[in-house]
T-cell receptor
């Protein structure tokens, strides 16, 4: 089955800095890669996703890049703000055959004012 | 409904009792997922449904755990003879279809405490 590794497990940045979270996956058939943000005590919320037919996707301060050859994808947050502080989870899935969402273990991002 | 709804939001039960957790997916969503999240931990996959069928039950921790889905809608996760290690938040998510063609959205979770 699919295995998703996520790094780092914790990340501390100053407000205004950029933050990068990286994930690798094992199943070359995976073709859908969402990112979720989970604030303390809240449900995971989808913030951005990318499909394997594109290499990069941006939404305001958030961007995701995908390298299919290397089987890794990354989340980039620019101009970080304290409200970006949360746990971020990456996930991988595929559209053929049996498929579920396999999550990384999460990255706790702390943005200090 | 407007979003994925789970009930109860909190459940405290005595060790050895059975509990039933409910998930109402977004209307029309055919795929439904159950995950477990222990305090400060990641999302542990339990089971997923495509329609009323569960193609993969390998994530269920033991035979005390079971789940069913009826009418391609509501799903229930049942834990029999609860143990303290079952204490966690149980999250349900649904998507229009399984996999890459559709994003998955989570419910608010059921926080289970076994005392």
């Amino acid at each position: 089955g699919e295995n998703v590794e996520q790094h780092p497990s914790t990340l501390s940045v100053q407000e205004g800095d950029s933050a990068v979270i990286k994930c690798t996956y094992s199943d070359s058939a995976s073709n859908y890669f969402p990112w979720y943000k989970q604030e303390l005590g809240k449900r995971p919320q989808l913030i951005i996703d990318i499909r394997s037919n594109v290499g990069e996707k941006k939404d305001q301060r958030i961007a995701v890049t995908l390298n299919k050859t290397a089987k890794h994808f990354s989340l980039h947050i620019t101009e970080t703000q304290p409200e970006d502080s949360a746990v971020y989870f990456c996930a991988a899935s595929k559209s053929s055959g049996y498929s579920t969402l396999t999550f990384g273990k999460g990255t706790m991002l702390l943005v200090s004012p | 409904g407007a979003g994925v709804s789970q009930s109860p939001s909190n459940k405290v039960t005595e060790k050895g009792k059975d509990v039933e957790l409910r998930c109402d997916p977004i209307s029309g969503h055919t795929a439904l997922y159950w995950y477990r999240q222990r305090l400060g931990q990641g999302l542990e996959f339990l089971i997923y449904f495509q329609g009323n069928s569960a193609p993969d039950k390998s994530g269920l921790p033991s035979d005390r755990f079971s789940a069913e889905r009826t009418g391609e809608s509501v799903s229930t996760l049942t834990i029999q003879r609860t143990q303290q290690e079952d204490s966690a938040v149980y999250l349900c998510a649904s998507s229009l279809v399984v996999g890459a063609r559709s994003a998955a959205f989570f419910g608010q979770g059921t926080r289970l405490t076994v005392v």
